[in-house]
């Protein structure tokens, strides 16, 4: 920032004596500042809410036992996939879950977005799942709801995005 402010300046007083001789490039606005100018105008509001539509929600915690669900935890028809640890992913057609580190490993980061991430993982599943009630959970085995988000739809494309395969520390959970 310093360097843009230090050029900024130094372009300023040019273009005033320029402005003054009457060549009127006073407007005009170098072109190796002109990608920095448009970044320094656009206000953190909007920066803010580009952030917003692509998070929904985060957490970090810690499991006790390593395994997480997504499903539509306001449902009562749900079917819980039998977990398959050499996987690290199971699914029913209501149902995901998805292997994970224990507490004693550490804290795991769980982020539910509903925009495929820029960012390189590893896609461990996608999958279709019923949500009756237009919500799409992230619960672990002790029924412990961590995340929560409408779908607006009976049923929602959910695509799990992990750091490792076998012990992942950071989730991410794409809902479409």
């Not at 699914?91 to 495929?116: F, K, M």
Request: aromatic share 6%.
């Amino acid at each position: 920032m310093w360097n843009f402010l230090y050029w900024h300046k130094k372009w300023e007083r040019n273009s005033r004596s320029s402005a003054a001789a009457g060549t009127g490039r006073a407007r005009n606005i170098p072109p190796s500042l002109q990608h920095v100018q448009g970044e320094a105008r656009r206000s953190s509001s909007s920066r803010k809410a580009q952030k917003e539509q692509r998070i929904m929600t985060t957490t970090i915690c810690s499991l006790t036992h390593p395994v997480i669900f997504i499903f539509d935890h306001s449902s009562e028809e749900v079917e819980i996939p039998d977990y398959d640890e050499s996987a690290g992913v199971s699914t029913t057609s209501s149902c995901i879950s998805i292997g994970a580190i224990a507490d004693v490993d550490g804290d795991i980061t769980i982020s539910l977005i509903n925009e495929y991430p820029k960012t390189p993982n590893i896609e461990i599943c996608d999958q279709v799942v019923a949500t009756p009630n237009n919500t799409i959970s992230v619960v672990t085995a002790d029924d412990t709801k961590l995340l929560e988000t409408n779908t607006n739809n009976k049923e929602a494309r959910v695509r799990v995005l992990v750091n490792n395969r076998n012990h992942p520390e950071n989730i991410t959970i794409v809902i479409t």
